[in-house]
């Protein structure tokens, strides 16, 4: 079955760059089904999705976290990572990497149906 | 972004009992909503997609239904497994948005 991955430093000192990778198994990204997402959930709070990429390299981030990150995808590792610069204690979350939206007719609609287990990061000095 | 809010924060229920939970979207979200579990340590478990679409695997004591604007995720015949945090998520337009959690305690 498809499962996802993270992987990454779990402490990150304020105003570094924050990095993650997810790895992807029993699927390929690359099949063009679906979107890949990130979503972060701070210590006993709500879910926040972060932003999405297709394998094609298309993105689109959070208007609310825009100017901080940045998507790649590597289709020959079945890879995509995340980037957020400038991290700020507030940035200390729990961070999923999910399966999701999938593509339809009118592009990226609808719900994460595969996650990882998340990768907990902590910003601080 | 469209905000979610659900009622109630959180409930206290017996196995056995029936659970409503409800999602208000703040602009008509068509069917574009989803529900998810999440039990303590675990990623999120997407139960429901398209307001009332069970995915596979989840059982038939989940339901969803609403439209427009007010959603409800019903389990009718709480398990003991059943005891955990429930979100909701909008699917309408970006970006993506969950709500605040619902938190079904025994």
Known sequence: QVQLQESGPGLVKPSQTLSLTCTVSGASISSGGFYWSWIRQPPGKALEWIAYIFYTGTTYYNPSLRSRLSMSVDTSKNQFSLKMTSVTAADTAVYYCARGPPLDTSGPSGAFDVWGQGAMVTVSS | ?106
């Open chain 2, 1 to 106: 972004d469209i905000q979610l809010t659900q009622s109630p924060s959180s409930v206290s229920a017996s196995v056995g009992d029936s659970v409503t939970i409800t999602c208000r979207a703040s602009q008509n979200i068509i069917d574009y909503l989803a529900w998810y579990q999440q039990r303590p340590g675990r990623a999120p478990y997407l139960l429901i997609s398209a307001t009332s679409t069970l995915q596979s695997g989840v059982p038939s004591r989940f339901s969803g239904s609403g439209s427009g604007r007010a959603f409800t995720l019903t389990i009718s015949g709480l398990q003991p497994e059943d005891f955990a945090t429930y979100y909701c998520q909008q699917a309408d337009s970006f970006p993506y948005t969950f709500g605040q959690g619902t938190k079904v305690e025994i």
